[in-house]
C-alpha cells in the first residue's frame, strides 16, 4: 500500500501528538457542492451513484479538491446493509430512505437474506478500493457503517421515523424478536466493517444515528450492547497500525462514560454536548470527535471563526480531539463557509499542541 502522506487524523484518535487539530465533516461529500449535485444528476439516482465505484470515487475526492481536509468518507449510506438482506431500499424524494417490505415478525426476519460483506455488497468494496488508488496515500479513507439499532428502526419501520412506535413496541413488547434481529445486524455490521478494513478502509464509524431516541436503559440494552458486539468481532490493524474506531450516537452525550467503555478509539458528539464537559467525562480514556453544530455555517465567516475558537478552547491542550461538526453538513450551506471553518481549525488550532 502506498505510504500515507498525511496521519494526523489516526494519530489524533489514538491520542498521539499531532501538528494541529485534524478536520474533516460527516456528509463533507454532498449537496452542497455543485460538482456533487452534477456527478448525481450524471448517476441518475442516489442508489446508483453509491453502486458506481467510479462515481462514488470521483464525489469522495471532491471536496478534498476544495479543502485540506484530513480524512475522506467512503461515499456510500448507511443502508445498504438491509438492502443486502432483501428489503428493497429505495429513496423518495423528499421523504428520504424507503423500503419495500418491513421486518415486524418472526417470519419477516427469518425471510431475510443471508449474506456475506464481500460478495453480496462487493460494490461497496470495489468503491474503497478505487478511492485508495485514487487517493494515492494523501490522507486516510474512512470506512462506516450504521450502528444495529439505526438499521434495525429503518427495517421495522420502513424508512426514517419521528416517534419509533413500531420499533420501540417491539423492543418493549417483544425483546426476545428485538434482540434476535440485532444479533443478525451486529453480525452483519461486523462483517461489513471487517470487508471494508480488507478493502482499503484506514478507520471506521458507527452512525448510531437513533439511539439518543432511547432511554437510558433502553440505550445499553438495545444500542451499546450490539455496537459492543461489532467492536469486538473487528481486526486490531489495518496495514500494520492500530484500527481506530469512531462511534457517534446523536443525542448519546448523556452516556459518553458508557461509550468510552465500549471498545471504540473514539467518541462523536454532536452539537448538543460541551466538548470540555465531555472531555473531563471521559478522560484519557478515548479521543473526541466533534462538535460544531452544522447550522452554524450557514452564519457569517467570522461567526463561524469564534465557534471554532470557542470549541477548541473548550477542548484545551493537547491531542486526542478529532474537530468535526456535531452531525452532517446542511445542503444549502455555502461552500466558501465551509472554506472559512476549515481555515480557522487550521489556523487556530496549533497553538493547542505546542507542547505535544
Known amino acids: 500500500m502506498t505510504e500515507l502522506k498525511n496521519d494526523r487524523f489516526l494519530r489524533a484518535l489514538l491520542r498521539r501528538p499531532v501538528d494541529r487539530t485534524p478536520v474533516w465533516m460527516m456528509r463533507q461529500a454532498g449537496r452542497y457542492l455543485p460538482e456533487y449535485r452534477a456527478t448525481r444528476k450524471e448517476a ?79 460494490y461497496v468494496m470495489n468503491a474503497l478500493r478505487t478511492i485508495r488508488r485514487e487517493l494515492n496515500g494523501q490522507v486516510p479513507l474512512i470506512g462506516f457503517s450504521g450502528s444495529p439499532w439505526t438499521l434495525a428502526t429503518y427495517m421495522v419501520e420502513g424508512g426514517s421515523s419521528k416517534d419509533f412506535v413500531n420499533i420501540k413496541t417491539m423492543a418493549y413488547d417483544q425483546p426476545e424478536l428485538m434482540h434476535q434481529l440485532l444479533s443478525l445486524l451486529a453480525d452483519a455490521v461486523a462483517d461489513y466493517l471487517s ?21 437510558a436503559a433502553g ?10 458486539r461489532v467492536i ?18 446523536k443525542g448519546g452525550g448523556q452516556w459518553l462514560n458508557a461509550i468510552a467503555e465500549s471498545g471504540a478509539q473514539a467518541v462523536g458528539i454532536d452539537w448538543t454536548t460541551d466538548i470540555a464537559v465531555a472531555r473531563d467525562l471521559v478522560g484519557n480514556r478515548v479521543a473526541l470527535q466533534g462538535n460544531m453544530d452544522p447550522s452554524m455555517l450557514f452564519a457569517s465567516p467570522a461567526k463561524i471563526r469564534e465557534e471554532v475558537a ?5 477542548y484545551g491542550h493537547g491531542s486526542g480531539h478529532v474537530f468535526n461538526l456535531g452531525h452532517g453538513i446542511t445542503p444549502g450551506v455555502n461552500p466558501d463557509h465551509v472554506t472559512a471553518f476549515v481555515d480557522a481549525v487550521q489556523e ?5 499542541h505546542q507542547a505535544d
Open 44 to 122: 441518475g439516482s442516489f442508489l446508483d451513484l453509491c453502486k458506481n465505484a467510479e462515481l462514488a470515487c470521483e464525489v469522495t475526492m471532491q471536496p478534498l479538491r476544495r479543502y485540506p481536509m484530513d480524512a475522506a468518507i467512503l461515499f456510500s449510506d448507511i443502508l445498504t446493509v438491509p438492502d443486502a438482506l432483501g428489503l428493497g431500499l429505495y429513496f423518495e424524494e423528499g421523504e428520504g430512505p424507503r423500503f419495500r417490505k418491513t421486518v415486524r415478525s418472526t417470519a419477516d426476519l427469518e425471510g431475510l437474506n443471508s449474506i456475506v460483506a464481500d460478495d453480496d455488497l462487493g
Open 232 to 249: 469486538s468481532r473487528l481486526p486490531a490493524e489495518a496495514e500494520g497500525r492500530k484500527l481506530p474506531v469512531i462511534v457517534f450516537t
Open 310 to 314: 470557542l470549541i477548541l478552547a473548550g
Open 195 to 215: 470487508a471494508q478494513v480488507r478493502a482499503g478502509a484506514q478507520a471506521l464509524q458507527i452512525f448510531d444515528t437513533w439511539g439518543g431516541s432511547l432511554s
Open 348 to 352: 487556530l488550532s496549533p497553538q493547542y
Open 219 to 228: 440505550y445499553k440494552e438495545f444500542s451499546l450492547k450490539y455496537m459492543q
